[in-house]
Nanobody, 133 residues
Framework: QVQLVESGGGSVQAGGSVRLSCAASGYTLSRYCVGWFRQAPGEEREDVAITYTGDGRTLYADSVRGRFTISQDNAENTLYLQIDNLKVEDTGVYYC??????????????????????????WGQGTQVTVSS
C-alpha cells in the first residue's frame, strides 16, 4: 500500500522560508514522476513542481519558479519542497503526489495531461502553509 506523508508546514511571515517533506512508503521515489501541488482556499488544486526523479528534470509553475526547489533523498525515500521568499499568495494546503510513470517519457505525458492533477495516482494528506504579511 502506497503512503505519502507530508510534513513541515506552518505559519510563516512573507519573505521567509519553509521546507516541506514527503515521506513515501510502499513506493520508491527514485525513477518515478512525482510532484507537489497546492490548493488555496476556494481554488482548484494546482501543480507547483513536477519532477522525474530519474534525472531530476523538473517543471515549475511560473508563479513559483526561482523560489521553489524540489529535491529528493533516495536513501530516506523522501521528497522535499524548499520554498523561499514566501508570498501571501503561497498560502494553501500543499500535497505530495506520485504516479505510476517510471520513465522520462511517461513523466512528459503527465506534464502534458490536463488537468495535471488527474494524472497522479497517489496523494498525501496535505500540509498547511499559511503566509502572513
Amino acid at each position: 500500500q502506497v503512503q505519502l506523508v507530508e510534513s513541515g508546514g506552518g505559519s510563516v511571515q512573507a519573505g521567509g522560508s519553509v521546507r516541506l517533506s514527503c515521506a513515501a512508503s510502499g513506493y520508491t521515489l527514485s525513477r518515478y514522476c512525482v510532484g507537489w501541488f497546492r490548493q488555496a482556499p476556494g481554488e482548484e488544486r494546482e501543480d507547483v513542481a513536477i519532477t522525474y526523479t530519474g534525472d531530476g528534470r523538473t517543471l515549475y509553475a511560473d508563479s513559483v519558479r526561482g523560489r521553489f526547489t524540489i529535491s529528493q533523498d533516495n536513501a530516506e525515500n523522501t521528497l522535499y519542497l524548499q520554498i523561499d521568499n514566501l508570498k501571501v499568495e503561497d498560502t494553501g494546503v500543499y500535497y505530495c503526489a506520485a504516479t505510476k510513470q517510471s520513465t522520462r517519457g511517461g513523466c512528459a505525458a503527465v506534464v502534458t495531461g490536463l488537468p495535471r492533477r488527474r494524472m497522479f495516482d497517489y496523494w498525501g494528506q496535505g500540509t498547511q502553509v499559511t503566509v502572513s504579511s
